[in-house]
């Protein structure tokens, strides 16, 4: 039995500047600026050559779709000008023309362009994606950032006229335009959700640079991100984790509890957003992010309109698999128009599992189970080994008391069930069989059977609520909240696959505990200077046991022992 807890009460406070929006500090070294002029030397060429040497000598990101510019030619340039001057020269007679997204980017158009795709992202469809800049990213990390951390979507709403959709982060624990953010961050969008048909963190972490999910046999999995990692299989019970997870303003890190391996991995059902912050993140996320932090960003209840969807898929996994099926159900219900809404959903997904126990066909596993160790009756076939259930929902209230004053209460229940370890292979013994997919292990004992499985089990429950208020005090909010997690993790493992084939079982349950509390303070100041300082509190309590029995002849356990 062990039994671990702590209270942590942090006070904590953040001086952040950020450059001015002065031509001269956005400029590259070297480059003459006086008066708001900068020196330009341009020779003529094909306006693409043009724009990106006008880039690289202004320190302003210029961004045109490739196809616009085809056949053109821009004049030389050489002189001291303003960006827009340099423009308008550089554009002059060729049917384009420039429009400002921010200080520091500028979108090129065709005359009778309403919308257009990036070229670093041929899937996209909803228009042109602008990547957040940072000064030395990693090449790895500038790729994706250029492919999938959207900044910003150019479309328009008729033929000449355009307006800038806005992806909005609270990386900083205030809202920023991506950007503007001084970090890493991938995002993940609702849209990219729903087109890619993601559901846990798995599905979208292996496709970010710098960032991992490690499976876990029996359930669970660590995130790591750019290889900050000690201990991925037992994270909770040894060394902890190195990566954060939040649920709006819930941390989840250690929800799993300590037979778990990190958070509970909750599901993609009716979510804004997720943010994924590369490199430490200690100072706003505590001492369990020094490899970054991953924030899944709920949809808010809407205040104005009702909004209801229900969705449903049905597959079926080839060879060792079985069918796979899911359902959602989302609904959002004003209950006073601009002041009172609650928004609900639910989703089951049930998944089979692909791996197949051939312990009990196996000859050469069924002879060593036999002699000297007496399991032969634990030795038995068993399908789709590695199936899983996840069912749950999420209820949010959000109260609108004044303009400037909002309340948002939210509860969460997640249920998971997994029959079976994914694993191949066996602990010790030939086998006969070669399939990629198979396994001979045997059975748990009879006490250790969990919902009737005689085979491995990996079962977790969450129960989450939190509360919100936040307050825009004009330059800037306060934002107050608490947290409580109760959740729970049980184990039920044969210890065949690590222990020469040995028939011992294990059942490890634990459970979790957690109470956090938080009162900030986040400026919204026009200028450079910005400042984040706040009071935290939180309060953790973890249970766990194992109990280990041998399910062979009793005569064999005193030569093991």
């Known amino acids: 039995m062990r039994n671990q807890s702590a209270i942590t009460l942090a006070v904590w406070a953040v001086l952040a500047a950020t450059a001015p929006p002065a031509m001269a500090a956005d400029a590259p070294a070297g480059t003459q600026v006086e008066n708001g002029k900068i020196s330009l030397h341009i020779a003529s060429q094909p306006i693409g050559d043009s724009l990106n040497d006008f880039g690289r000598q202004s320190g302003l990101h210029v961004v045109l779709f490739s196809e616009l510019a085809d056949g053109l030619i821009a004049p030389a340039l050489r002189g001291s000008f303003t960006p827009t001057e340099a423009l308008q020269r550089l554009l002059a007679n060729s049917g384009l023309r420039f429009k400002y997204l921010d200080q520091k980017t500028i979108a090129v158009l065709g005359e009778n362009v309403t919308q257009f795709r990036s070229t670093q992202d041929t899937s996209s469809t909803t228009g042109l994606h602008l990547a957040q800049v940072q000064e030395t990213p990693p090449a790895a990390e500038q790729a994706m950032t250029n492919r999938a951390s959207v900044a910003a979507a150019v479309s328009g709403d008729s033929p000449g006229r355009t307006h800038i959709e806005e992806i909005v982060v609270t990386a900083q624990k205030r809202k920023q335009r991506l950007q503007d953010v001084p970090l890493s961050v991938a995002v993940v969008s609702a849209e990219d959700i729903d087109r890619r048909g993601l559901v846990s963190g798995e599905d979208y972490l292996r496709g970010i640079p710098g960032a991992n999910q490690v499976a876990d046999a029996f359930g669970g999995g660590a995130i790591v991100i750019r290889g900050m990692e000690t201990s991925p299989i037992n994270q909770n019970f040894s060394s902890g984790p190195t990566t954060a997870t939040y649920f709006g303003e819930t941390p989840t890190t250690n929800s799993a509890g300590l037979s778990g ?301």
Not at 413 to 439: C, H, N, P, W
Not at 510 to 515: C, F, G, I
Not at 518 to 538: H, I, M, P
């Open 261 to 561: 391996n990190m958070n509970v991995d909750l599901k993609l059902v009716d979510i804004e957003r997720v943010e994924v912050l590369r490199g430490p993140q200690g100072t706003a996320f505590g001492n369990s992010s020094l490899g970054g932090a991953v924030r899944t960003i709920p949809v808010a209840p809407d205040l104005e309109r009702f909004e209801g969807k229900v969705s449903a898929g049905y597959s079926g996994t080839s060879g060792t698999g079985g069918s796979n099926n899911m359902i959602q159900a989302v609904g959002s219900l004003p209950l006073v128009a601009g002041k009172l809404a609650i928004r609900a959903s639910a989703f089951r997904f049930d998944d089979s599992g692909f791996y197949r126990n051939v312990a009990g066909s196996d000859p050469a596993f069924r002879a060593a189970a036999a002699t000297p160790f007496g399991a032969e009756a634990f030795a038995v076939n068993q399908k789709e080994v590695g199936a899983s259930e996840y069912t749950g929902g999420r209820i949010a209230a959000s109260f609108q008391a004044t303009e400037d004053l909002n309340f948002t209460l939210l509860y969460l229940k997640q249920k998971t069930q997994v029959d079976g370890a994914l694993i191949s292979g066996t602990g010790g013994f030939d086998m006969s069989s070669t399939s990629a997919y198979d396994q001979a292990v045997l059975q748990v004992a009879p006490e250790h059977s969990v919902r009737g499985q005689s085979g491995a089990v990996a079962d977790t429950d969450i129960d989450l609520a939190n509360a919100v208020m936040e307050w825009n005090i004009g330059w800037g909010s306060v934002v107050a909240t608490v947290s409580h997690i109760d959740s729970n993790t049980t184990n039920a493992t044969p210890y065949t696959w690590c222990c020469a084939g040995l028939p011992i079982s294990a059942l490890a349950p634990s459970e979790h505990r957690e109470d956090v509390g938080e009162l900030r303070l986040t400026t919204q100041l026009d200028g450079a200077w910005q400042f984040l300082a706040g009071v935290y509190t939180e309060r953790l309590k973890d249970e766990y046991s194992s109990n280990y029995v041998w399910h062979g002849d009793p005569a064999t356990y005193a030569g093991v022992r």
